[in-house]
């Protein structure tokens, strides 16, 4: 029975990783082919799209299905759906500001199930603008510390981004994210490339100018409404001002 039971949980673990997996890929496409909308289907007149583009290769999303993506967003193919991004703000536990954006085409449907994931999980909605000013827009680029076998420093990084407009320079563990404005993204994506150097992601992020540090109760309660909120097809990105110590996260698991 044991090891049936174990089977019996691996089906279901796996199911899980396959569910959040297909739905990392719909968000994936969906943000390439409103990039293609937005500014035509050529990666190379299109950063938006290229970076777009970069991030779900990263992510494995099959070529196929990307550039199905590009057809339908520049016009080249029928069935695009029409996209609006959303941005709600609201307050999670112990009072920590979070920012959802979402890119839908029902902006019903989106606006019902982050408000039932906020009631739900100890959070609520804020009105526009009460949370925004919390954060400030800026481009991230993130670049793993081993590239090709060789181990990446921090000094290194910065001297290659440090003209293309980046600000700093922060120590992840197994990457670094390069910070500039977000008008700079483009540039310090480009020298990260021109110096050799693969990179993860680029993209514009929301960055909280100050943060809130949580304890462990608290931080299951807010990972728990993050978790709940990217849950959500419509749920592009969650950003919020909260800061958890290594001992947390260690302990939060």
């Not at 550039?67 to 609006?84: C, L």
């Not at 980046?166 to 490339?193: C, P």
């Not at 993209?203 to 949580?214: A, D, G, M, N, Y």
Request: charged share 30%.
């Amino acid at each position: 029975m044991s090891g049936h039971s174990k089977w019996a949980t691996t089906k279901h673990k796996k199911a899980l990783v396959d569910a959040k997996r297909g739905k990392l890929f719909a968000k994936l496409i969906k943000n390439v082919e409103v990039a293609a909308r937005t500014g035509g289907g050529d990666p190379a007149g299109n950063p938006t799209l290229y970076d777009a583009i970069q991030k779900a290769k990263k992510a494995s999303v099959p070529n196929d299905n990307i550039e199905r993506a590009v057809k339908r967003g520049s016009g080249a193919e029928a069935g695009a759906a029409e996209y609006q991004t959303i941005m709600y703000e609201g307050y999670g536990p112990n009072g920590v500001a979070v920012l959802v954006e979402c890119l839908t085409d029902n902006r019903n449907r989106a606006t019902s199930e982050v408000r039932t994931a906020m009631n739900r999980n100890g959070g609520s909605m804020a009105d526009p603008g009460s949370v925004s000013y919390l954060f400030d827009r800026k481009g991230v680029v993130v670049v793993p510390r081993q590239q090709d076998g060789s181990e990446l420093t921090e000094d290194d990084l910065l001297e290659a981004v440090l003209e293309a407009g980046a600000d700093e320079v922060e120590d992840l563990g197994e990457s670094f994210a390069v910070r500039s404005e977000a008008s700079d993204l483009v540039a310090v994506r480009k020298a990260v490339q021109a110096a050799g150097l693969d990179y993860e992601s680029a993209e514009s992020s929301f960055i909280p100018s100050v943060t809130v540090p949580l304890d462990e109760d608290t931080a299951r309660k807010i990972f728990r409404l993050i978790d709940t909120l990217e849950d959500s097809e419509d749920v592009q990105n969650v950003f919020a001002n909260f800061e958890v110590s290594d001992e947390v996260m260690e302990a939060v698991g």
